[in-house]
């Protein structure tokens, strides 16, 4: 389906042979046109240099014009969040979205039904509520986090970035796989690069802060396909913890000095003052 709107698809690659052709194919294999793809091989050491080459030579020579492969090589290691930065930079659509390089679209509708919700909606940004979760995909489960666990509070949230953000405090249930960002909002609200880990949780952070209007898609199949492995940088728990706890008080900062509702400040306060305290 050819449509006005440009959309590209940043991978960051980190020793990542045995799974970025499929999660390129994936992208591939989308029903939406004009679709890039930008995969940043973050210094890897093992075969995802050539199998990268092999790739682009694939696509190069596929008769397909609105199908596109770009590989940028960084000569040093920086991590998924600044490797993810340098890609959405280079990002030439008018959105945007992340694809880790171990993951899959499985539904050849995900980004044409996203896209056209995010502009139809007027949205900033966008996410799919349920994904499914494995080692394969015949072995996987449908996931479908919540916010809270408080009746009605999932709902608000959803509604309202600020008390989203201070959901987010707690719990991220949101599948930095299943985003999309308009290109505007993508160039303003920015992650910090220098984290190790979790920049989808500081980048939602700051979405919300910001006041960034997002939507949440319902769907009756999962769209995204979130691989389990064990060499997966979210099974690095005390490198998550640090860099979560990072993130998330310097953004509760910047809440508890900046000009945001009195009942937000006093709620961010109290989980400040906590988290403070367990360091």
Same mark, same amino acid.
């Given at each position: 389906?050819?449509? &006005? ?14 799974? @970025? ?7 591939? %294999? ?5 679709? %890039?793809?930008?995969?940043?091989? &973050? ?6 240099? %050539?199998?990268?080459?092999? @790739? ?7 008769? *397909? ?9 960084? =000569? !040093? ?8 930065? $340098?890609?959405? +930079?280079?990002?030439?659509? +008018? ?6 390089? *171990? *993951? ?37 489960? /449908? !996931? !479908? ?8 509070? *999932? ?18 249930? @949101? ?13 303003? /609200?920015?992650? +910090?690069?220098?984290?190790?880990? &979790?920049? &989808? ?10 006041? #960034?209007?997002? $939507?949440? /898609? ?16 979210? +099974?690095?728990? %005390? ?9 998330? /008080?310097?953004?509760? #900062? ?16 109290? #989980? ?5 305290? =367990? !360091?």
């Amino acid at each position: 389906m050819i449509q &006005d709107t440009h959309v590209s698809v940043v991978i960051p690659a980190y020793n990542a042979e045995d799974h @970025i052709a499929d999660a390129i194919r994936s992208v591939y %294999e989308q029903s939406y046109r004009p679709l %890039e793809v930008i995969v940043v091989n &973050d210094a890897s050491v093992d075969h995802t240099v %050539e199998v990268l080459d092999a @790739i682009c030579e694939h696509y190069d020579a596929d008769p *397909d014009p609105l199908f596109s492969v770009r590989v940028i090589s960084l =000569e !040093k290691n920086v991590g998924p969040c600044k490797a993810l930065y $340098l890609g959405f +930079n280079q990002a030439r659509g +008018n959105y945007v979205c992340f694809l880790a390089a *171990d *993951d899959m679209y499985i539904a050849r509708g995900k980004i044409v039904y996203q896209a056209y919700l995010t502009e139809s909606t007027g949205s900033d940004w966008s996410y799919y509520t349920t994904f499914l979760k494995g080692r394969t995909r015949k072995t996987a489960t /449908i !996931k !479908k986090p919540a916010f809270s666990r408080i009746p009605g509070m *999932d709902s608000l949230a959803r509604r309202n970035p600020y008390w989203m953000f201070v959901c987010l405090l707690s719990r991220n249930p @949101i599948n930095s796989g299943t985003l999309m960002l308009s290109r505007a909002c993508a160039k303003e /609200i920015q992650w +910090n690069p220098f984290l190790r880990a &979790d920049c &989808d949780g500081d980048l939602l952070l700051r979405l919300c802060m910001a006041g #960034k209007k997002g $939507l949440a /898609i319902e769907t009756q199949a999962p769209q995204y396909f979130y691989r389990v492995h064990p060499g997966q940088v979210s +099974n690095q728990k %005390e490198l998550m913890k640090t860099s979560s706890s990072m993130a998330r /008080i310097a953004a509760m #900062k910047t809440v508890l000095k900046g000009n945001y509702p009195l009942w937000m400040k006093l709620l961010v306060d109290r #989980k400040y003052r906590k988290s403070v305290a =367990e !360091k």
